[in-house]
């Protein structure tokens, strides 16, 4: 039986080692691709994204932050993600996305585009992607305790 992909929006790891209101949901979702459930998909933007956002934060020490980087390089290995690079002529969505919300971040847009491309749903926590309409139109995107 085939199982269900999904892309992964870097707050989506991120919730699973930095406690808020989303920490439940994110990893219940990333459980459920460590025991094989799920196939989850991410990309260099989503790493990239993920280790800025640790490194370049400003009210955590650096110890904490390599406690951080260590824990999401351990999930990333851990949970078996499959690394998807867009090639060249795969980047011809662009215009057509960011046409769509201009007011999602290019980093943000990055990991849309990454989904559409796969045809694959966005998981993600960022309420601006959730509740897009015109996004909705091009690419599933989903909460992680709707899945």
Same mark, same amino acid.
């Given at each position: 039986?085939?199982?269900?992909?999904?892309?992964?929006?870097?707050?989506?790891?991120?919730?699973?080692?930095?406690?808020?209101?989303?920490?439940?949901?994110?990893?219940?979702?990333?459980?459920?691709?460590?025991?094989?459930?799920?196939?989850?998909?991410?990309?260099?933007?989503?790493?990239?994204?993920?280790?800025?956002?640790?490194?370049?934060?400003?009210?955590?020490?650096?110890?904490?932050?390599?406690?951080?980087?260590?824990?999401?390089?351990?999930?990333?290995?851990?949970?078996?993600?499959?690394?998807? @690079?867009?090639?060249?002529?795969?980047?011809?969505?662009?215009? !057509? &996305?960011? *046409?769509?919300?201009?007011? %999602?971040?290019?980093? #943000?847009?990055?990991?849309?585009?990454?989904?559409?491309?796969?045809?694959?749903?966005? @998981?993600?926590?960022?309420?601006?992607?959730?509740?897009?309409? !015109? &996004?909705? *139109?091009?690419?599933?995107? %989903?909460?992680?305790? #709707?899945?």
């Amino acid at each position: 039986m085939p199982k269900d992909k999904y892309f992964i929006d870097g707050c989506i790891l991120l919730g699973t080692v930095i406690p808020d209101k989303h920490t439940r949901a994110c990893r219940s979702f990333i459980s459920r691709i460590q025991n094989d459930i799920f196939i989850g998909y991410i990309s260099p933007f989503v790493t990239g994204e993920m280790f800025n956002s640790i490194l370049y934060v400003d009210d955590k020490p650096p110890h904490q932050k390599y406690e951080l980087l260590h824990a999401i390089v351990d999930i990333i290995i851990t949970t078996k993600l499959n690394n998807f @690079v867009p090639l060249n002529n795969d980047m011809n969505v662009y215009s !057509e &996305l960011r *046409k769509a919300d201009n007011r %999602i971040s290019e980093s #943000d847009l990055m990991h849309i585009i990454c989904a559409k491309i796969l045809d694959i749903p966005l @998981v993600t926590t960022d309420t601006m992607i959730l509740d897009s309409r !015109e &996004l909705k *139109k091009h690419v599933e995107t %989903i909460y992680p305790g #709707d899945v």
